[in-house]
């Protein structure tokens, strides 16, 4: 039973700033992500919560007691570092019993306790096995095993980027694995687990996104995906993404509220590009405000033939296609839309709602002449179902569904932001 | 105009005990990206470094352009190397860039022309007198390409030069890098762990395992096509079934029959011969599975679902990983299928349901020859 707390915690190490009024709640048996590019602070954050480092300011408790002073063995907290750090001349059952060894003389109780450990994680009858005769995956459920040992029941473990050495493919399997421990009802475990990697963010029953020493949201996985705080996080927790500037022109009230009972809006907008756009957003903006929204690379169908008659279109011709496995990446480049806004405006056939879309007092040439074309990359699933062979130099019409558009007032320094240092 | 050839290299340790490399024949066309991919231990450094000179193959020749090198030092062979902890000097990103070129000698002029071209490739021209201390890795890196390019090379060797990277920076670099190569018309081969960045980007792919090339194919194939369960494997996990061949419609039509109550799948096997009663593996990509809720009315539906195979299933585990939404489903026999949908997927399902499973035979299922040990060629590692 362990409930952690941090309260306004700081941390400076040789007069650098690396941690700033982190607040943070990390509930009893809780798996918890802690993710965040390199340099955002995540192992000093660990470090204090282990017990390596103190704060500079600040308070930590586990449970409703203060520990921020308690040194790091006596508070019922593991540490399972990438490397393993296996004893590589004793066996798989010394190196998980090593430590308890030490502490008691009930030598045979260390040893059952450890076979019943060895069983969770499924080691059972590798137990005379040294180090280098397991493979990868064994020699962490070997270091999972070891670090949870050193814990009275229900502890704190941290995991400490687990997988990072690690080929794709064996993650994908160990995670669930990893998690699957963690959870046991015979551990009571509250787990806090580090990575810079979003997928294996979305593994956590929470997630902390942290950024150059401050916390940029704490929500579930599906809040962080679905509502980002901020274009950083949106951008982190997307493969890849697209984004567009432009003014509101028309806001539709949608009578059914979304998440979190949160009442919605309906947003038109008219896109530097020329496009006309929607997305469902939370109720925030006004006609006239100036946006960047953003919509993922995963959200976009496309299809064979050029349609200009439609809002929520664009069309463009394809640079390029790559195969990815279960994904095929498309890059467009769509020109600017005259096309799309002249149709809308003139065609009679047209849903009369459509033609007060187009804002008829600016000319969008006049307005926006920076950037004539857009790059779009799109990523469709390659199942047979739903593949069409697209191939480089056709044009395609793409779309997308308004409520995977994430709308956020207009950022003007988008590309730096975005920027790969 | 091929540009590497080798002709069956191999490379031995320990006078002759360790075989690091086997018989290798390979063939790298000039301006081709190309991966080497494979569990560690596999020999593909090896390979790496009999190509590049640092070491030489105890039998065996490499051409370059036609001509004999296998005997030559790195040095005159026209490589350069990227590293995955890019090796920067602290020093300037001029000095850095063009260190190799000013240790030869070469006229300032040259250098000069060299540098500013490599530079502006990498987009660091503005930066040239910056000392990179501090630097993001992918800037770094930038560095490191920069060098290679700077040198003169036309071929860069480059052991995963986005391992350093945080994975989302990686994601985003391997395009630059991938433009940056084609751009200035290099060849490049690269070693990576990361099979999704070797898709993304390569040209083509060489799996290797045991000092031995598995099979070399485009991307493409390489996923739809392995020719063995463990190159598919490794490309991206599979799911497996074991089963037996329980009828065949001659000349490639085979039934098999998953053991212990599961279902039958019909299969379509144009190269291996099977006969009945033949213990086989049967593969599935998780992306290649349909799910569908139990009231789902075929009949009804637009897609043409008629070759589909179907069968029964549960939802055990469903989660997001990002772009992408899991299912552990279990058939009726208690194996298990991993099943992956776009995260925007159209029915709501939840754990404990009962749901229909689909593989459409033809083109989503393949067949195997039971191997001799199934577990070590499913083992990653």
Known sequence: ?421 | MPDIILKNITKTFDEGRVIAVSDVNLTINDGDYVFILGPSGCGKTTLLRTISGLIQPTFGNILLDGKDVTDNPPQSRSIAFVFQDFNIFPISVWENCTYALNVQGYDNDYIIEKGEEALKIVGLEERADEIPIGWGNGDLQRIGIARAICSGAKILIMDEPLGSLDPKIGAEFRWELRNIIKDSKLTAIQVTHNQEEAMAVGDYIIVMRDGKILQQDSPKQLYRFPNSLFVGNFLGGLNILEGYINHINPPVNYTTKIRLGGPKFDIISEKVQYELDENVVIAVRPEDIYVFPNEYDFDASETNWEEINLFDAKILEKFLTGKELVFIIELDNGDTLRVVKPEVFKYNLSVGEKIHGGIFSKHDLRIFKYPKNLQKEMDLQ
């Open chain 1, 1 to 421: 039973m362990v409930r952690i707390k941090l309260e306004n915690v700081s941390f400076k190490k040789d007069g650098v700033q690396i941690l700033s009024n982190i607040n943070l709640t990390i509930e009893d048996q809780e798996y918890l992500i802690i993710v965040g590019p390199t340099g955002a602070g995540k192992t000093s954050l660990i470090g204090l919560i282990s017990g390596l480092y103190r704060p500079t300011s600040g308070k930590l408790f586990f449970d409703d007691e203060d520990i921020t002073n308690l040194p790091p063995n006596e508070r019922n907290c593991g540490v399972m570092f990438e490397s393993y750090a296996l004893f590589p001349h004793l066996n798989v059952l010394d190196n998980v019993s090593y430590a308890r060894h030490m502490q008691t003389n009930n030598h045979n109780e260390t040893y059952s306790i450890a076979e019943e450990l060895l069983h969770l994680v499924r080691l059972s009858g590798r137990e005379e096995a040294l180090p280098s005769e397991c493979s990868g995956g064994m020699q962490q459920r070997v270091a999972l095993a070891r670090s949870i040992m050193a814990l009275s029941k229900g502890g704190v473990i941290i995991l400490d980027e687990p997988f990072k050495a690690l080929d794709a493919g064996l993650r994908l399997n160990l995670r669930r694995e990893v998690k699957k421990i963690a959870k046991s009802k015979k551990l009571n475990l509250t787990t806090i687990h580090i990575t810079n990697d979003m997928q294996e963010a979305m593994m956590g029953d929470k997630i902390v996104v942290l950024d150059e020493g401050k916390i940029r949201q704490i929500g579930t996985p599906e809040e962080i995906m679905y509502s980002p705080i901020d274009l950083f996080v949106s951008n982190f927790f997307s493969t890849e993404l697209n984004h567009f500037s432009g003014k509101i022109l028309r806001i539709e009230d949608i009578p059914i509220p979304g998440y979190k009972k949160k009442p919605l809006q309906k947003v038109i907008i008219q896109s530097e590009e020329g496009y006309i756009l929607f997305a469902k957003t939370e109720k925030k903006f006004k006609i006239g405000d100036e946006v960047t929204f953003i919509i993922r690379s995963q959200y976009f169908k496309a299809r064979h033939r050029k349609r200009v008659d439609k809002t929520n279109n664009i069309f463009g011709t394809i640079l390029r296609v790559k195969f990815m496995g279960a994904w095929l990446r498309i890059e467009i480049e769509a020109p600017y839309n005259f096309e799309n806004l002249q149709i809308l405006s003139k065609n009679e056939e047209t849903n009369a709602n459509d033609n007060q879309y187009i804002d008829v007092n600016s000319n969008p040439q006049k307005t926006y002449n920076s950037n004539p074309k857009k790059l779009l990359k799109i990523e469709v699933p390659t199942t047979h179902i739903a593949i069409h062979d697209f191939t480089v130099g056709e044009t395609v019409t793409v779309f997308y569904h308004s409520q995977y558009a994430i709308v956020f007032p207009k950022i003007s320094n988008i590309d730096e932001i975005l920027k790969v240092h």
